[in-house]
């Protein structure tokens, strides 16, 4: 089974770029079916949060969708809001440092929210990039102090970050990195340093295409179907309990 766990769905006003009408459930499913994606991980987008939507589309088609929560931290009602959605079914929760403007290592922001998931069984996904904001530290700094919540690094922080990534996924056993955006050969230095059980395929829709991103983890796997099948899909269907 292909299990992709990074992709976004949105819907509202057209504003251009990312903020597109073209990210309905509808349309992902479409191109999931072209490419051979079998189930993918949603979550809204953060510059116009849509909570709401991902839940719909999850109730829709629990056997091809599972939801993140997408939390703004910063928010008074945060924890309420992520219990709330948690309540409603949605599997993890997703943060986006840089967009809604603090640091990952930002305790007093963030360790409540990482102790509801504690308390729910559920991950913990962040985007992570070439930024201060969400720098692979800050990932081991909150995967140390939270040990039994997984933590799901987005981009394996790339394109500047990806050996920190590589490095603190190595030294921290539930740490997951994820492949959308990272360069071929970042994909196989994890593989190589980190193993193949810690990776998860990331397409980050519609920023890019599942058939590249598919391509590019084969291309990773170097014919070895075993490394080839936990990475698209065993280890995301391991760690969200599909």
């Known amino acids: 089974m292909i299990i992709d766990h990074h992709n976004h769905i949105w819907v509202g006003e057209q504003a251009g770029g990312f903020l597109d009408e073209g990210m309905s459930v509808e349309r992902i ?3 999931m079916d072209v490419a051979g994606v079998d189930m993918a991980g949603v979550c809204t987008v953060a510059q116009a949060i849509n909570n709401d939507y991902v839940v719909e589309a999850q109730n829709a088609h629990p056997d091809r969708l599972f939801g993140f929560c997408m939390i703004n931290p910063r928010l008074p009602d945060a924890g309420a809001t992520l219990r709330h959605y948690l309540d409603k079914g949605l599997k993890g929760l997703k943060l986006h440092p840089r967009l809604h403007g603090y640091q990952l290592g930002d305790h007093a922001l963030l360790d409540p929210l990482i102790a509801i998931c504690g308390e ?8 992570g990039g070439s930024e201060e904001n969400d720098h692979p530290f800050y990932f081991e700094e ?3 102090s939270f040990p039994k919540v997984r933590f799901l690094l987005g981009h394996m922080c790339a394109l500047n970050f990806c050996d920190d990534a590589i490095r603190v996924a190595q030294r921290n056993g539930n740490i997951y990195l994820d492949t959308s955006t990272a360069e071929l050969f970042s994909v ?4 190589k340093q980190v193993g193949a059980d810690r990776i998860v395929m990331s397409t980050d829709w519609p920023g ?9 983890i084969q291309i990773a796997a170097d014919g070895n179907e075993d490394v080839f099948g936990k990475i698209a899909g065993e280890n995301i269907r391991r760690i969200m309990n599909l």
């Open 29 to 31: 499913l479409r191109e």
């Open 120 to 127: 729910y069984g559920v991950p913990v996904f962040s985007h």
């Open 142 to 144: 909150l995967a140390r």
């Open 188 to 191: 196989k230095a994890a593989i």
């Open 208 to 216: 890019n295409d599942f058939r590249m991103e598919l391509l590019k």
